[in-house]
């Protein structure tokens, strides 16, 4: 069964406004991270934003946040402001906590193309 | 400047080649990881290297084999590899704190890759 689903193949949104991607997750574990990631079209993995389970404030870094909604099981990230280098392909992925054995794997969902307009 | 560093960024092959991939971090972090993804994919894990000893091999063929000769270096050695091997690696590192709450210290921090082309 699919962990992680990310159900917007491509995106688009024009510069300086806000943009929600979204993912949903799926574990029985009371302890995991969740995590975005960037990756241009150079292939670079960049590290966004995380939310642990226990965390009861959502996160923040700069224009990024993530709507974290435990109940839902969904942890959206929000960019506010595009910019034109905001482009790129975006990952949700989850670490699972140690009853699940996989502690050490992260699990991307499929990921969603970002285009900003100009 | 990314913290992880790989070596070479692109990589063309036969299909009768011996060649390494390489991949060095100096972040301390003991935790070390191969993935590879194809063209419009998720990365998908191949390996694990946890305190220098693998931990997770993902059922990967024996033409792919990993080496982590210390805590800042991680190998993949190729060897008759397939066209449909080509694709995209991704070598990461993290802290590896197996603890129950999740800290910024289990973030993977990736390196830009090596492209590979299997001919």
């Known amino acids: 069964a699919q962990k992680i689903t990310q159900t917007q193949p491509g995106m688009f949104v024009q510069e300086k406004e806000a943009v929600t991607l979204d993912c949903t997750y799926d574990t029985s574990d009371q302890s995991y991270g969740l995590f975005w990631y960037k990756q241009p079209s150079s292939g670079e993995m960049i590290f966004l934003i995380y939310?642990?389970?226990?965390?009861?404030q959502n996160a923040t870094e700069g224009r990024y946040s993530l709507n974290f909604q435990k109940a839902r099981k969904s942890a959206n990230l929000v960019i506010s402001a595009s910019q034109l280098g905001d482009s790129a392909m975006y990952f949700c992925?989850?670490?699972?906590?140690?009853?699940?054995?996989?502690?050490?794997?992260?699990?991307f969902g499929s990921g969603t193309q970002l285009t900003v307009l100009p | 400047d990314t913290e992880v560093t790989q070596t070479p960024k692109h990589l063309v092959m036969g299909m009768t080649n011996k060649k390494s991939l390489k991949c060095e971090q100096h972040?301390?972090?003991?935790?070390m990881y191969w993935y590879k993804q194809k063209a419009k994919k998720p990365p998908e894990l191949m390996f694990v290297?946890?305190?220098?000893?693998?931990?997770i091999n993902e059922s990967v063929p024996s033409r792919f084999s990993p080496e982590c000769p210390n805590s800042s270096l991680l190998n993949l050695h190729l060897h008759a590899l397939q066209p449909e091997d080509s694709a995209l690696y991704l070598c990461a590192s993290s802290q590896d704190r197996l603890v129950d709450h999740f800290s910024g210290a289990n973030v993977l921090t990736f390196g830009a890759g090596s492209r590979l082309t299997v001919l």
């Open positions: 939310q642990g389970s226990y965390d009861e």
């Open positions: 972040m301390g972090h003991r935790a």
């Open positions: 992925a989850m670490r699972e906590g140690i009853s699940s054995g996989s502690a050490r794997q992260l699990t």
């Open positions: 290297y946890s305190y220098e000893k693998l931990s």
